[in-house]
């Protein structure tokens, strides 16, 4: 890291995760995503809060063949508490790999942020004992995944190993025996079709035995 470079991280704040993750104990899958944006992009409280990220939405399509599932009526927002009850009822945790990071450019966009802290994916995995699969919603989130992979295994992982959209890897993590898929983002800024992610998500979960 050039010390320009360095200079201008020290000037920038470190931003905490804002959300708890979601650890029902009957959970045999979680989803892994990076960092959310900033407060004032956020249309409620949890975890992929942006009303134009197309998650919850995907989600709506994929279970119940509707879009606005989740949405509070015409509001431009959706009910977290809704979305809670789904996953637990279908047994999905949903945990973000970053606990801290730097947004460089003030956004939300993975390229952008310096991660200063990962999760603790031992202790998260320790209270969903269930959980053999687990899957990213993006690059940044699976490259990371694959670093406390190398931590683990004590040396580095080359990217060339690490899954591609729609593909997954087996792993030992721990002593336990993982699946890690990678899915595509949820973002617009991911260049493709809102059909092709329901088609990619939809896949996935009858997979699991969720559909």
């Given at each position: ?45 949890f ?7 197309d ?44 606990k ?23 202790q ?10 687990l899957?990213?919603?993006?690059g ?25 959209t ?6 030992n ?14 973002s ?11 088609a990619?998500?939809r896949?996935f979960f ?6």
């Open positions: 890291m050039s010390s320009t470079r360095e200079n201008h991280l020290k000037e920038l704040p470190i931003e905490s995760h804002p959300f708890k993750p979601v650890l029902p104990s009957n959970a045999t899958i979680m989803m892994m995503g990076t960092f959310p944006p900033t407060q004032d992009k956020w249309a409620m409280p975890h992929y809060p942006n009303f134009y990220n998650m919850w939405r995907i989600y709506g399509r994929v279970f119940f063949d509707d879009a606005d599932y989740f949405r509070v009526g015409d509001e431009k927002r959706f009910d977290p508490e809704r979305i809670k009850d789904f996953l637990s009822q279908h047994a999905i945790a949903s945990c973000p790999t970053v801290k990071a730097i947004r460089e450019q003030g956004n939300a966009a993975d390229k952008d942020l310096t991660i200063v802290e990962a999760v603790n994916l031992k998260v995995l320790n209270q969903v004992p269930k959980v053999d699969v899957f990213t919603t993006g940044k989130a699976t490259e990371i995944l694959m670093d406390l992979l190398a931590q683990e295994q004590g040396k580095a992982i080359p990217k060339s190993k690490m899954p591609k729609n593909q997954h890897i087996d792993y993590y721990g002593g336990r025996q993982l699946t890690l898929y990678r899915l595509p983002s949820t617009r800024a991911y260049p493709l079709a809102l059909d092709k992610k329901v990619a998500y896949d009858q997979a699991m035995g969720k559909l």
